[in-house]
């Protein structure tokens, strides 16, 4: 069987963005295909569009609990509660792991500003500390799902 966060972890040094890496590392399983997956965690850059918010490998791993677990039927108070579950479940491991799940506290850069952002890209931590969110991130949705 394959590695799936060291899929994520390809995916995520081939340029996509921590959301797509996530979510496209287990979409096939839950009948979403890798191509719609990255197109639909693009906006997950830089904690969204790159605004510093909920880090991207976070909000992938959310997206993968919704698709497991998430309600589809009208009334279906059960699954809308077991996505809840699920959810801080995973939110309380990484939290435990990295002391948050916002971009700019995870990286010590409010990327959002171009100054600081250039200040992120020539610290490396881009290449250093988001290849581990993301590996790390599937880890723990795998824990969970």
């Known amino acids: 069987m394959e590695n799936k966060s060291e899929k994520a972890v390809e995916i995520f040094n081939k340029g996509f963005n921590c959301a797509q890496a996530v979510l496209s590392s287990h979409s096939e399983e839950y ?5 719609m997956a990255k197109k639909i965690g693009g906006a997950f850059i830089g904690g969204i569009a790159n605004n510093g918010e909920v880090c991207g490998a ?4 959310l997206m993968l609990i919704g698709l497991k677990y998430g309600q589809h039927i009208e009334g279906d108070i059960e699954s809308k509660n077991k996505t809840n579950q699920i959810t801080n479940e995973y939110l ?5 792991e990295f002391g948050s799940i916002i971009c700019r506290e995870l990286l010590n850069y409010d990327i959002k500003i171009e100054e600081e952002a250039k200040k992120a890209r020539e610290s490396g931590i881009f290449k250093t500390l988001c290849p581990l969110l993301v590996k790390k991130s599937v880890d723990f949705v795998e824990e969970v799902l």
């Open 58 to 61: 976070v909000s992938g791993a």
């Open 92 to 96: 309380q491991k990484f939290k435990d």
């Open 31 to 35: 009948g979403l295909d890798e191509t």
